[in-house]
């Protein structure tokens, strides 16, 4: 199994970005998903997540800013980011929420 996650990049405050997450394996793809990010001396924190059914839940500090959605047919999840803030700087990673797996991250900074 194996998730590919894309994407980051360096953005001015109030800029956009979209990160992507491939899944290899057909069973692996539709599994629940997890945005994750770890800010520099900060615990990871649970950005947003999206069931197979596309059921979406998120951390209170991205709510009408960050959109999850996924993409089946191409076994890839996305994390749409808007109005983004200095404090949304960190690493970005993707998980498979059933099988407990982790991929590797992808690095977001926004300059104030």
């Known amino acids: 199994v194996q998730l590919q996650a894309s994407g980051g990049g360096l953005v001015q405050a109030g800029g956009s970005l979209r990160l992507s997450c491939s899944a290899s394996?057909?069973?692996?793809?539709?599994?629940?998903k997890g945005w994750y990010r770890q800010a520099p001396g900060k615990q990871r924190e649970l950005v947003a997540a999206?069931?197979?059914?596309?059921?979406?839940n998120y951390a209170d500090s991205v709510k009408g800013r960050f959109t999850i959605s996924r993409d089946n047919a191409k076994n890839t999840v996305y994390l749409q980011m808007n109005s983004l803030k200095p404090e949304d700087t960190a690493v970005y990673y993707c998980?498979?929420?059933?099988?407990?797996?982790w991929g590797q991250g992808t690095q977001v900074t926004v300059s104030s």
């Open positions: 998980k498979d929420l059933i099988l407990d797996y």
């Open positions: 394996g057909v069973i692996f793809s539709i599994h629940a």
């Open positions: 999206i069931t197979s059914g596309s059921r979406t």
